[in-house]
């Protein structure tokens, strides 16, 4: 896992090829990218996340998005 909540100004995550099973983004509202293929996470809450503009979740990982 990988904790990124104390980085709430944080614009950029890559974290792809990491076998992350859970990624909490719920602090990181300012993300414009997000880079995360190649993890075991099947669902990925985006929906606080007005700015994000870049979103690579690889092709088959993530089963079920949440977003606005």
């Not at 985006?46 to 977003?67: C, M, Q, V, Y």
Request: aromatic fraction near 6%; include cysteine; charge should be positive.
């Amino acid at each position: 896992s990988i904790d990124l909540s104390h980085n709430k100004k944080l614009e950029c995550v890559v974290c792809e090829d990491n076998q992350l099973t859970s990624l909490d983004l719920s602090h990181n509202i300012k993300l414009k990218k997000l880079w995360c293929k190649g993890n075991l996470f099947t669902t990925l809450d985006i929906s606080n996340h007005k700015d994000l503009r870049e979103l690579f979740p690889g092709k088959k990982e993530i089963i079920r998005w949440i977003a606005a």
